[in-house]
């Protein structure tokens, strides 16, 4: 396992290395904001636009509909069947569902060759048995899900039926997306796919995530998760005294590690780290058999993400070597490291064309735009240098990740033409 994370850190920085190499052939001679404006005005393009309007309340009803399905991580199928059957009603040319579930749907172009996507992901954070129940409170919507990434949804199918009845016809093909396993665990499985067994050639990605129409996500922030777990013969607290305790172990493990990557992490590009889970033990007059903790380390920058995972892993040999070397009664413990997440990073030049195209967009939809990374389904097209960014859903809303998650349709409609004209700036308007 070690030996293959650190291959793929290898691979990952040399990725990076060359897509930047590609990055640095921008056409710094176009007017963004001059072919946003000319595009925009177009008569089908506006026709589009009002299209979108008129939809607004169907938007609306898809938004519930699929809220109210329940998407579970790694279970999303119902809900994938339901986005195959509306992506078809809109007027795909094709749609299907790939090995892991993804939700796939082609729109012709009248040249093709080129490939641009327009994704949002099925996938919440919420557990089998949620209530996902659509509860209407004057203008806001509240459900679980509901806006992350729901709303992401109906604004791909809303782009599809507004191409489709205003007749916008592209010069390269369009694929809309319905992606698998975003969230937590799932650990981006479903972009990964596509890139790492599909037989799609993408030449520029467009997700539909986060909030605002201003705000943009032009990085991907990398990140490495971890299981471990120390194990031993475990025992009664009294009667087995003596024998080796994991989670004695464990707390010394962390010890050393929170101090050593703390020394890392004081100086250079921001790195994090988290121990964000822990569990293990039977009761409290029990010497417990195992104890394991879940750790999530982040960074822009590869090579720093490759050197607090050397740290970490480390730190664990470390603290069990130490631990073990007290133990005076019985076996041992032994340690089990697992990967339970790898997302890798990447940065772009903002003079990239789909970020100036989408700035331009916003600006035209008179909002403000600005830049940040973030961990999206963008990560696996940035690291692999294709030409992406993760845009916001539009409206206004809270509590993302929680129970109490709402949404309002504050010009919810124009993030919907921000991603119609972005999409069709990418893909090149059919002459």
Sequence with gaps: MRTLLTFFLIITIALVAEAQKQKDKVDFKVDYDKEIKKLAENKSIQQAFNVIDELEPQTNKDLILLTEIPAPPFMEEKRGLQFKKMLEEAGADKVWIDEVGNVIALRKGKAGGKVVVLDAHLDTVFPEGTDVTVKVSGDTLKA???????????????????????????????????????????????????????????????????????????????????????????????????????????????????????????????????????????????????????????????????????????????????????????????????????????????????IQRSMAAAKYFGADPSVSPSSTNSNIPISLGIPSITIGRGGIGGGAHSLHEWWMNKDGAEAIKFALLLTVAEAGIAK
Excluded at 173 to 178: A, E, H, K, Q, W
Excluded at 219 to 235: A, M
Aim: net charge negative.
């Design 144 to 354: 679980p899900g509901i806006g992350d990434d729901t709303r992401g949804l109906a604004v791909v199918i809303a782009v599809l039926r507004a191409l489709e009845k205003a007749s916008v016809e592209t010069e390269a093909d369009v694929l809309l997306i319905g992606s698998v396993g975003e969230e937590g665990l799932g650990d981006l499985r479903g972009v990964k796919h596509i890139f790492e067994k599909g037989d799609l050639k993408i030449d520029s990605w467009i997700s539909i995530d986060g909030g605002e129409i201003g705000r943009m996500v032009t990085g991907g922030l990398g990140s490495i998760r971890y299981k471990v777990t120390f194990k031993g013969p475990g025992g009664h607290s009294w009667g087995a005294f003596g024998l080796a305790n994991p989670h004695q172990a464990l707390a010394k493990a962390i010890d050393i590690f929170s101090e050593e990557a703390t020394k890392f992490t004081s100086t250079g590009p921001k790195v994090s780290f988290n121990v964000g889970r822990i569990g293990g033990g039977t009761s409290v007059n029990s010497i417990p058999f195992e104890s394991w903790m879940e750790v999530d380390m982040r960074s822009l920058e590869p090579e720093r993400l490759k050197k607090i995972d050397e740290i970490f892993n480390a730190s664990m040999k470390r603290g069990l070597e130490e631990y073990n070397k007290g133990v005076k009664m019985g076996a041992p413990l032994t340690m089990d490291v697992e990967v339970i997440g790898l997302r890798p990073s990447g940065v772009q030049k903002e003079e990239l064309a789909v």
